[in-house]
């Protein structure tokens, strides 16, 4: 089949491509501004690419499927065309992988408002390090796996992040109601992407959704901590492992330390023989994404005996690009980068650099650029979070001209109570002169630094430049 990817640059659009072609399908694809670094891998994979959006151009390709990304909107003029004509079917990338790669699999789904790529990648980590050769298909780019899309063996389960963001622009679904959950992993839930929904109960709604369609022979794996994850109630229809660190879990972490030397933490499964877990990964959130993926790891291979999935691996892990990855690392400075863009995730990150690097002086650059952080919906849960860091530069709310003046996140008003609480904090009219005032802060410092990055997005390039211009 030839199948022509629109938005094919995206991560979990150029990563499904690859998929497809990897299952012997002519791929092609077009984007606007085709970009790396996917344009890049695409094109070693012997995947055409096409510059911007052209229905004449379309028509004469004749491609038996379009897969039309979540980015497209009504507008688009390969969008229209297809509507006008309906020459050529066309389908959502979750429906898509529902029919070409998932159909058949045991599929292991990951779902929560938080850590969804790291916790999928060691999942896949975990049944490759025990002898298996699953597929998955990672929203990211882990350094373990070493790619972020494998189709791997039929008999062995696929791993798939499982996004609660909608499907297309013609299907307001959540992907992950697409992906046939053999077990699903609801690793939290919170009030996200308030562009898509209402209110915390909607996004509860969606979840409970998901757990509708596992089997009765499959799993749920559940954060047993999380209020918002237990007043979904009882899933009567299936079997639950609930994993966290109070007692009422079947499986629990215990033991939780960090420090400068690393993390170690405790798994035990219903009593038995608890297996310690030595590793590199920041923070008890990465505990938890590790308890979750050896949790789901184990039910796939051993459903009788999960203790017997071996963990050592974890030692090893490396993490995924862009997930409290450290680009600077000298006694007089640090350069961490974070995908993070959710109060809560800020606030734990912040924690675990806290333990992780005592006596340094934290500042963290935040950049509201999410469809949620760049409005007020979350503001007073970001001006908490970032209170835990010593400094904080709040970068341009992207996209802010989009925004009422009402609706739009206030970087003054975040500073003004950032400052009462004694924190300084300092804004700037674009990201190129945050830039050069974090410089000038930080190359006049006495104590050491550490600088983390927070953004879903590029920063308008000023991390790079940031890291060049401390080593200039």
């Known amino acids: 089949m030839k199948i022509y990817f629109m938005g094919i640059c995206g991560t979990a659009m150029g990563n499904a491509a690859l998929l497809a072609r990897a299952a012997g399908h002519e791929v092609l694809g077009a984007d606007a501004g085709v970009y790396p670094p996917m344009s890049t891998v695409l094109a070693s994979a012997g995947i055409t690419l096409h510059e ?25 003029p390969e969008v229209e065309w297809l509507l006008d004509t309906r020459a050529i079917a066309f389908t959502s990338l979750p429906a898509l992988l529902a029919d070409f790669v998932l159909k058949g699999r045991k599929n292991i789904v990951i779902a929560g408002t938080h850590g969804k790529t790291t916790t999928t990648a060691l999942t896949a980590f975990l049944l490759r390090e025990n002898g298996r050769d699953p597929g998955f298909l990672i929203g990211g780019v882990p350094q373990d796996p070493p790619v972020g899309n494998h189709l791997g063996t039929a008999a062995d389960p696929f791993v798939i992040e499982g996004d609660e963001y909608d499907s297309a622009f013609f299907d307001k ?25 209402r209110d915390l109960a909607d996004v509860q709604r969606t979840f409970l959704h998901l757990a509708r369609i596992v089997p009765r022979n499959g799993w749920i794996v559940l954060n047993g901590d999380d209020d918002n994850l237990r007043t979904l109630g009882m899933f009567s229809w299936t079997r639950t492992v609930k994993v966290g660190t109070g007692e009422g879990n079947d499986v629990r972490i215990t033991h939780f330390a960090e420090s400068p030397a690393g993390v170690e933490f405790t798994l035990t499964w219903r009593g038995e023989d608890p297996q310690v877990v030595r ?9 938890r994404n590790a308890a979750m993926a050896a949790v789901s790891a184990a039910l796939a291979l051993f459903p009788d005996d999960p203790t017997q999935l071996k963990l050592d691996a974890l030692a090893r892990f490396r993490g995924v690009k862009r997930r409290q990855e450290l680009l600077v690392d000298t006694p007089a400075l640090k350069v961490i980068e ?29 950049e509201p650029r999410s469809n949620t952080a760049r409005t007020k919906v979350l503001q007073a849960s970001f001006t908490r979070a970032l209170g835990l860091a010593d400094e904080v530069y709040i970068g341009a709310v992207n996209r802010a001209d989009k925004l ?37 802060n930080t190359s006049t410092a006495r104590e050491p630094q550490l600088v983390v990055f927070f953004t879903n997005g590029s920063f308008d390039g000023i991390i790079g430049r940031f890291v060049s211009g401390t080593k200039g």
């Open 52 to 76: 911007g959006y052209d229905p004449a151009r379309l028509a004469r390709l004749a491609p038996d499927l379009v897969v039309i990304g979540n980015a497209m909107s009504r507008g688009n």
């Open 173 to 197: 679904r959540s992907k992950f109601i697409h992906y046939a959950p053999h077990i699903a992993v609801m690793n939290n839930l919170e009030f996200d992407h308030a562009d898509i929904f």
């Open 279 to 287: 590793w590199s990964q920041p923070g008890i959130f990465n505990a």
């Open 338 to 366: 974070d995908f993070g863009h959710h109060p809560t995730a800020l606030a734990e990150t912040l924690q675990s650099l806290r333990a992780r690097h005592p006596g340094l002086t934290v500042n963290a650059v935040f």
């Open 404 to 440: 009422k003046e009402g609706d739009r996140f206030d970087v003054e008003a975040v500073i003004q109570h950032l400052d009462v609480q004694g924190v300084h904090a300092y804004t700037a009219d674009t990201n190129a002169a945050l830039l050069d005032k974090l410089l000038a």
